[in-house]
């Protein structure tokens, strides 16, 4: 690393990645800094740069270096960040540390766990740790590559749905025909036996028998239809399911179709055409996902629909795992599944496409269609997708707004703008930043949000609750005004 390189490195100021220390005598909080970094995206660790940025180096001996190394030796399991002396001016360097993220984590510095949460270092809390661990081991060691308990077999699988979905496998070109088709065999093929012994991923995929509830509580569906906005309104219709995975998935797909409104409208040729609340090839994405991507180890953990009178949201247990974020949904990105065998099921069965490209089309989909996209939203014990319903659009009508005149929009600073060309539907922030190529929230709100909520450019749909996870932001009437005469 060249000085210039260094000096641009020191420019960004601290971050999640970055982290300065005015000299050695703060080698353990540094090491402490790359704990957290070996734990989270990786990044480099500066000795002889002090909290404002100041390049003032240090002297630097044979002796610097070994105290700098014997502190990194408490970290475990071992790690070993590449260690760089930059000469800064006279005698004077900068120690840096080039941390990459670890594949061995979680890592701790004298058996305690850090993380970084922006310029900070903290204190893992403990279910994060927990949940890094069963990363680590996830390849080998999970859920559902587990023997099945004492007592369940073959006789308490759906047979008739095992041959369905080979059938719907073979005609997708995903499996060949095997030369036995016998349960055991077809089992096998899916990756569901394994030395003979079944795994409990069949269990979750085909398991039908009455007396595996008490031992399977999490094969639950809840949905619900709320004649409100929140689940404090009268239930229209409250349904709970027990079952295997298609199972629910039918069960799931069924009470849509009970409640999902569909409007209609008369094309030229006096075609008509309808227009569901909803489009079914995304609430099916969704519904598959959840069931793919959730967390079977918790017992107590149940998949769950509520339809609200402007949103679906589907809610599986079990959060983002791999560094993956609500965000990154969003994006194109790699997706691990959490279960890759049941995952792989119901990619053969035709309900699944590659592995990470789901949300993406469940996007590209609502964009052909003229529909808000999807959210989602880490919740405390899984995650949440939040879809808006198509009747939840706002629609604009002319009103009398004496603030706003015609010489509004030269008064419109073009973050404004740009903000505004996404506000006709409704969307939240983590959405309005990627779509704006935003990554610095301080920044999006100082220079988008704020000017725009305060010019009565565009509104909150949850006005008495600012900090709503749910929040979303659509432009009002005077917004669309200024973004029309903008364009």
């Known amino acids: 690393m060249t000085i210039d390189d260094l000096k641009a490195l020191i420019s960004h100021g601290e ?3 970055l982290e300065f220390k005015a000299t050695t005598g703060q080698r353990t909080e540094g090491a402490k800094a790359v704990c957290a970094m070996l734990n989270g995206q990786g990044g480099h660790v500066l000795f002889g740069v002090n909290d404002r940025g100041d390049l003032k180096g240090q002297l630097v001996t044979a002796h610097t270096q070994e105290e700098v190394d014997r502190e990194l030796r408490r970290l475990e399991p071992p790690a070993f960040p590449v260690i760089e002396v930059v000469l800064v001016h006279g005698d004077h360097s900068v120690i ?23 310029p900070q270092t903290l ?7 927990e949940d890094l661990l069963l990363e680590r081991l996830h390849a080998t060691r999970r859920w559902e590559n587990d023997p099945v308990p004492p007592g369940v077999g073959l006789k308490d699988l759906d047979h008739d749905e095992i041959r369905r979905v080979l059938n719907a496998a073979i005609q997708r070109g995903r499996m060949e025909q095997p030369l036995e088709q016998d349960v055991p065999a077809i089992l096998r093929g899916f990756g569901l036996i394994r030395d003979g012994v079944l795994l409990q991923a069949a269990v979750a995929l085909f398991g039908n028998a009455d007396q595996l509830e008490g031992l399977y509580p999490q094969f639950s569906l809840r949905l619900g239809r709320f004649r409100g906005l929140d689940k404090l309104a009268p239930f229209e219709d409250n349904r709970r399911y027990w079952g295997h995975a298609f199972q629910l998935l039918h069960r799931a797909e069924s ?62 247990p079990g959060g983002l795992h791999f560094g993956l974020t ?43 269609y003229g529909r808000p996209v999807p959210a989602w939203e880490n919740e405390p014990n899984g995650l949440r997708l939040v879809l808006p319903s198509l009747q939840a659009t706002p629609q604009v009508t002319p009103q009398v707004t004496p603030q706003v005149t015609p010489q509004v929009t030269p008064q419109v600073a073009p973050e404004v703008l740009g903000l505004l060309a996404h506000c006709r539907w409704p969307r939240s922030r983590g959405e309005l930043q990627i779509l704006l190529n935003l990554k610095d929230v301080k920044h999006f709100r100082e220079a988008y949000l704020q000017p725009a909520l305060e010019a009565g450019l565009i509104e909150m749909t949850i006005p008495e609750k600012p900090n709503s996870r749910l929040q979303q932001y659509r432009a009002t009437a005077a917004g669309i005004r200024a973004l029309d005469q903008g364009e």
């Open 326 to 368: 609500p965000e990154a949904l969003m994006a194109p990105h790699v997706s691990s599944p959490w279960n890759p065998l049941i995952a792989g099921v119901f990619y053969r069965a035709g309900i699944i496409e590659s592995w990470g490209s789901g949300t993406l089309r469940m996007i590209e989909v609502c964009r052909a």
């Open 15 to 17: 971050s999640e990645c």
């Open 96 to 118: 840096v540390l080039k941390v990459t993220a670890g594949t061995q984590g979680p890592f701790t510095f004298d058996g305690r766990p850090y993380l970084r949460q922006g």
């Open 123 to 129: 204190v893992m809390p403990r279910n994060r740790y």
């Open 255 to 316: 009470f849509l179709l009970d409640h999902v409104q569909i409007a209609s409208r008369i094309l030229p040729k006096r075609e008509r055409e309808d227009l569901p609340a909803y489009l079914p090839e995304v609430t099916r994405e969704a519904l598959a996902n959840a069931l793919c991507h959730r967390d079977y180890a918790q017992a107590s953990g149940s998949l769950s629909v509520a339809m609200y009178d402007d949103r679906l949201e589907v809610t599986n």
